[in-house]
């Protein structure tokens, strides 16, 4: 019996042993841990001025003696290192509008886009392109057409032409040029609204082209001013144009029916004066559509003016 109780002392003594081998290494490996994470720590500080805590990886939470396996130890935890973040680089901030730009006044993500899609219900949501630039709206929030008069103001009328605040969409604002876009009854927008701009919007395309032929606008006005100087006013500009341009019709028209001798509806004339009304082929016969189209028709097909230009020879069409 006391040969057994000694054999179990001595067992006993043997796992304490063991276990007393085990605990040592168990805080060797802790302070190998510890010396490592705080050695990472220091060679990569922060840079943003706040103190920065030391990183200490923690003690395994449970650990199973096993005599003749190695002791599992957790791995350090991560050190945190800023340098290896990727920051976006920053943009520069959009330039302000122009002082002359009309949309100076209102929020340049407005003007660049409109209103965000989501905050227009789908069947209302509307997208054209104005000069290069997107345009989201929705349509029932279009007002009527502004009231406007140039009469007075002519140089006006050339710079709202082009860039405008009379009308303004989703935050921007719609160059006169563009008003055709939303107001004529194809668009869907306004349905009656364009009859009562039309007239209206088409004199000052009219003025605003001959405008345009010129390289600047003094160049314009030399053209157009009494031999005092003075400067015609709005409605004399539009007679003298609306004199030419009946003149230049009844001349191009004329020579149109000459070169096709009345018949305008041949192969030759390649389907130009052609249209379709109400599912029927038609020829045209208005003075100022012919003359459109022929000129259209001598600008897209070199051979035809080439031969027009031999018939014509020095009679009055030389002119």
């Known amino acids: 019996m006391r040969k057994i ?4 002392s001595s067992g006993h003594r043997d796992i304490l042993h063991e276990l007393t081998a085990v605990k040592t290494q168990i805080h060797a490996l802790q302070a190998a841990v510890i010396s490592s994470s705080g050695a990472a720590a220091a060679a990569s500080p922060l840079s ?4 920065i805590r030391q990183q200490h990886a923690c003690p395994p939470s449970e650990v199973q003696y096993q005599q003749h396996n190695p002791l599992p130890v957790r791995a350090p935890a991560t050190t945190f290192a800023p340098e290896l973040l990727e920051l976006a680089p920053l943009q520069p901030p959009p330039p302000p509008p122009r002082e002359d730009d009309p949309r100076a006044s209102l929020s340049t993500s407005a ?7 989501a905050t227009i219900p789908p069947q209302n949501l509307m997208i054209f392109d104005l000069d290069g630039e997107t345009l989201r709206f929705d349509k029932t929030e279009v007002p009527n057409p502004p009231k406007a008069d140039f009469a007075h103001d002519i140089s006006r009328l050339f710079r709202e032409w082009h860039s405008s605040s009379l009308l303004v969409i989703s935050g921007r604002g719609i160059p006169i040029k563009h008003w055709e876009r939303f107001y004529k009854k194809r668009s869907g927008i ?18 605003v082209t001959e405008r345009e032929q010129f ?20 409605q004399k500009i539009l007679d003298i144009l609306q004199d030419r341009r ?5 001349r191009d ?8 001798n009345n018949d305008l509806g041949q192969p030759r004339a390649k389907g130009y004066f052609h249209y379709t009304r109400t599912g029927v082929d038609m020829v045209c016969t208005d003075m100022y559509a012919i003359a459109s189209k022929w000129r259209q ?23």
């Open 246 to 250: 009946k003149a230049d019709a009844k």
């Open 190 to 207: 306004k349905t009656h609204a364009w009859k009562s701009i039309r007239a209206l919007w088409g004199n000052w395309k009219f003025i």
């Open 5 to 8: 109780e000694h054999q179990v």
């Open 111 to 117: 003007a660049i886009s409109g209103l965000p899609d």
């Open 48 to 51: 943003y001025g706040a103190p």
């Open 297 to 319: 028709l001598l600008s897209e097909h070199p051979d035809i003016a080439q031969e027009w230009e031999l018939s014509r020879g020095d009679d009055d069409f030389g002119g």
């Open 253 to 260: 028209a004329a020579a149109a029916l000459r070169f096709f």
């Open 215 to 234: 390289a600047s606008e003094d160049a314009f006005w030399a053209k157009y001013s009494e031999e005092n100087g003075k400067r015609m006013n709005y």
